[in-house]
């Protein structure tokens, strides 16, 4: 069974920095690719950040220069660091994995950056 479960999240003020953190199980993780996703009230969910299983990334615009996306393959974890935080990166931040053209989500995790 494919789980993943969020952590991190957080109230922060603008320019502080949170760490976002997925746990995964139930899968091959190291063959997969990682996304991280959020979805602020009223907008679609966009994807932020990608993670192949070789480790090549890519960004969001919104997000280049400040996030960071990063995997250990040895603790099946898949991690956003997340700099310069503005008001606009609030969100509930999700992780995900696509497994036989099936898509998993975790539960979310809130981030608030406010002042």
């Known amino acids: 069974q494919v789980r993943l479960v969020e952590s991190g999240g957080g109230l922060v003020q603008p320019g502080g920095s949170l760490r976002l953190s997925c746990a995964a199980s139930?899968?091959?993780?190291?063959?997969?690719?990682m996304r991280w996703y959020r979805q602020a009230p009223g907008k679609q969910r966009e994807l932020v950040a990608i993670?192949?299983?070789?480790?090549?990334?890519n960004y969001d615009d919104s997000v280049k220069g400040r996030f960071t996306i990063s995997r250990d393959n040895a603790k099946n974890t898949v991690s956003l660091q997340m700099n310069s935080l503005k008001p606009e990166d609030t969100a509930v931040y999700y992780c995900?994995?696509?497994?036989?053209?099936?898509?998993?989500w975790g539960q979310g995790t809130q981030v608030t950056v406010s002042s």
């Open positions: 993670i192949t299983s070789g480790g090549n990334t």
């Open positions: 139930g899968i091959i993780f190291s063959t997969k690719t």
């Open positions: 995900h994995a696509a497994v036989l053209s099936r898509d998993y």
